[in-house]
């Protein structure tokens, strides 16, 4: 129940960021550690990606929206991923066995996790696809529910934003 309101309270702070479009304009929000596994099951926190910019993206194989999305998020890993950026993409796939021949169809290398149930209730993620933008210190910046054009566009600018910033705003390496 905590995860959730945290979780909620998270997604106002980020509904706030969305509005002024400004990386520095609204407080950054501390999110969860949350636990993700790979596709061999190994398991890796999130704190793990502390010092890259993470695009938490969360979808799954029968969402039509992430479709659209996933190609997009793949063609950002690509420019960027080089810079310090990281896309993790979260199967919430019930039928996770499907997962990996999705991937390949797609022609997928993003990094691709899933998270246990518990994990998956306790954010409250009720939206696919819904992504986070975390910055070097894994704090919550800004989350996209949804697909659109215009939210990709906006996701590319706010991550360039942020590989740009030292480790901390304060501008300290």
Known sequence: MRKVLVF????????????????????????????????????YKLSDFRGTV????????????????????????????GKGLMVLAVSV???RQLVPSFIQRMKLTVP????????ERSLG???????????????????YPGYSQAGMRDLKKLAVELLAEKRGRGGKS
């Open 8 to 43: 909620w309270l998270v997604m106002a702070a980020l509904a706030a960021a969305v509005e002024t479009r400004a990386a520095d304009a609204a407080p950054r929000v501390d999110f969860p550690d949350i636990e993700l596994y790979d596709l061999q099951g190994n398991p």
């Open 54 to 81: 993470v695009v938490l993206n969360f979808w799954a194989t029968w969402c039509g929206p992430c479709r659209m999305e996933l190609p997009e998020l793949q063609k950002l890993y690509n420019e960027l991923g």
């Open 93 to 95: 796939d019930e039928y």
């Open 112 to 119: 691709v996790y899933f998270v246990d149930p518990a994990t």
């Open 125 to 143: 993620i009720g939206t696919i696809p819904f992504t986070l933008v975390l910055d070097k210190e894994g704090k919550a910046v800004r989350a």
